[in-house]
Antibody
Framework: EAHLVESGGGLVKPGESLRLSCAVSGFTFSDAWMNWVRQAPGKGLEWVGRIKSKIDGGTTYYAAPVQGRFIISRDDSKNTLYIQMNSLKTEDTAVYYC???????WGQGTLVTVSS | DIVMTQSPDSLAVSLGERATINCKSGQSVLSSSNNKNHLAWYQQKPGQPPKVLISWASTRQSGVPDRFSGSGSGTDFTLTISSLQAEDVAVYYCQQYYDVPFTFGPGTRVDIK
C-alpha cells in the first residue's frame, strides 16, 4: 500500500522561503511522475506542478501562479519529493499535497500559512 | 489552459436516489494517441485528501463502489452516483490530465436531502 507523508509546512512571512518534503513508500518512486496540488482554506483544488521520472527526463512543469518562484525536485535514493517555495505570497496559503493524481496516491497534506 | 466547469455547484439528493454531476472541459481531452479521455473524478470529504474515484473518464478505481460511474467523451462528462449513501456526502471534482497545466473543476457539493 502506498504511503505519502508531507512535511515542512508552517507559518512564514511574505517574501520568505519554505521547503516541503514528501516521503514516499509502497511503490516504485523512481518510476513515478509526481505532482504537488494545493488547496487554499475553504477553496478548491489547484495543481501546482509536476516532475517526471528521471528516466523520462525529470522535466518539471508549473502552474502560472508559481512559475519562477517554486522549484520541484526529487531524490530517488531517498524516495522523497520536494518543493522549494520562494518569494512566498499570502495567496500561497494552502494545504499542499503530494500526489500521483489519477493513479490514486495522495498524502495527507501539510499546511503552509503565509502571513505577516 | 483547459478550463473545467462543473454543474451544479451543489445538490441535495435523498438517500437511495441518483445524483448526477456534470463536467465540461474547454477543449477536448480525448487523446488521439491512446483513444482515451484524460479525465478523472475525485471525492473529497472534510479534513481528508481527495480520493480518486474514476480515471480515463469511466474506469473505476479499485475498491470504489460500483454505484459510482463515469461517462462521457471529448468535452462533456458525467459522474453518477446511482444510489446515494450517507457516506457519499462530499465535494466532487473533475480534473483533466490531457495537458499541463492540469486543471480541476470548481467542485460540486453533494448533500443528503
Amino acid at each position: 500500500e502506498a504511503h505519502l507523508v508531507e512535511s515542512g509546512g508552517g507559518l512564514v512571512k511574505p517574501g520568505e522561503s519554505l521547503r516541503l518534503s514528501c516521503a514516499v513508500s509502497g511503490f516504485t518512486f523512481s518510476d513515478a511522475w509526481m505532482n504537488w496540488v494545493r488547496q487554499a482554506p475553504g477553496k478548491g483544488l489547484e495543481w501546482v506542478g509536476r516532475i517526471k521520472s528521471k528516466i523520462d527526463g525529470g522535466t518539471t512543469y508549473y502552474a502560472a501562479p508559481v512559475q519562477g518562484r517554486f522549484i520541484i525536485s526529487r531524490d530517488d535514493s531517498k524516495n522523497t519529493l520536494y518543493i522549494q517555495m520562494n518569494s512566498l505570497k499570502t495567496e500561497d496559503t494552502a494545504v499542499y499535497y503530494c500526489t500521483t493524481l489519477w493513479y490514486g496516491d495522495w498524502g495527507q497534506g501539510t499546511l503552509v500559512t503565509v502571513s505577516s | 489552459d483547459i478550463v473545467m466547469t462543473q454543474s451544479p455547484d451543489s445538490l441535495a439528493v435523498s438517500l437511495g436516489e441518483r445524483a448526477t454531476i456534470n463536467c465540461k472541459s474547454g477543449q477536448s481531452v480525448l487523446s488521439s494517441s491512446n483513444n482515451k479521455n484524460h479525465l478523472a473524478w475525485y471525492q473529497q470529504k472534510p479534513g481528508q485528501p481527495p480520493k480518486v474515484l474514476i480515471s480515463w473518464a469511466s474506469t473505476r478505481q479499485s475498491g470504489v463502489p460500483d454505484r459510482f460511474s463515469g461517462s462521457g467523451s471529448g468535452t462533456d462528462f458525467t459522474l453518477t452516483i446511482s444510489s446515494l449513501q450517507a457516506e457519499d456526502v462530499a465535494v466532487y471534482y473533475c480534473q483533466q490530465y490531457y495537458d499541463v497545466p492540469f486543471t480541476f473543476g470548481p467542485g460540486t457539493r453533494v448533500d443528503i436531502k
